[in-house]
Antibody
């Protein structure tokens, strides 16, 4: 079955960097757009970034543009999110998900918690 | 403030029917962009419940149904069960903002 497993979350100081990974299995990875979505108690769900299989179509939310970089390694069936210049407001659970052509997310991974605090 | 507006909470007794509204605007739901619904059980990731306004993925009981009219959409849950207690989110696409979510609705089964 389709499985998405995130890793790489943790505690980081403001201004610091972190890279999240998402290992995919159970489907043809190159057939799908992949995405990162985050969830905070205060702001709810936010689509942070998504990309197509070749990297020719990439989206970033305004809140992370210029600080976060999405990438993927199709051979390793993995999705990444490099997060630089982290701020307290980036504190959230980060999920990876398949992003369908009709703009829904399914399925989601279990999430990884990123805490930005001094 | 979310682009899609949902009631913060709804409740119902077992066996009852509840509905959750999702109000958007002419730049998202009103433009014909599909609405999708997710169920998030406590401590778990969101799960796709309804896609393209009215369709259920396989495995989702037919007690769950969706509809759309104008700039709004609704999720209805009939024959409410204790295991339906969860947070529910609507999601669509906005011509200016991209992917947008509702703020979520907490369903309490009394």
């Amino acid at each position: 079955q389709v499985l998405l497993v995130e890793s790489g979350g943790g505690l980081v100081k403001p201004g610091g960097s972190l890279t999240l990974s998402c290992a995919a299995s159970g489907f043809t990875f190159t057939d799908y757009y992949m995405s990162w979505i985050r969830q905070t108690p205060g702001k709810g769900l936010e689509c942070v970034s998504y990309m197509d299989s070749s990297g020719s179509a990439i989206y970033y939310a305004e809140s992370v543009k210029g600080r976060f970089t999405i990438s993927r390694d199709n051979a390793r069936r993995s999705l990444y999110l490099r997060m630089n210049s982290l701020r307290a407001e980036d504190t959230a659970v980060y999920f990876c998900a398949i992003f369908s052509s009709q703009n829904w997310f399914d399925p989601w991974g279990q999430g990884t918690l990123v805490t930005v605090s001094s | 403030q979310s682009v899609l507006t949902q009631p913060p909470s709804v409740s119902g007794a077992p066996g009852q029917r509840v509905t959750i509204s999702c109000t958007g605007s002419s730049s998202n739901i009103g433009s014909g962009y599909y609405v999708h619904w997710y169920q998030q059980l406590p401590g778990t990731a969101p799960k796709l419940l309804i896609y393209s306004a009215t369709n259920r993925p396989s495995g989702v009981p037919d007690r769950f149904s969706g509809s759309r009219s104008g700039t709004s959409a609704s999720l209805a849950i009939t024959s409410l069960q204790a295991e339906d207690e969860a947070d529910y989110y609507c999601q669509s696409y906005d011509s200016s903002l991209g992917v947008v979510f509702g703020g979520g609705t907490k369903l309490t089964v009394l």
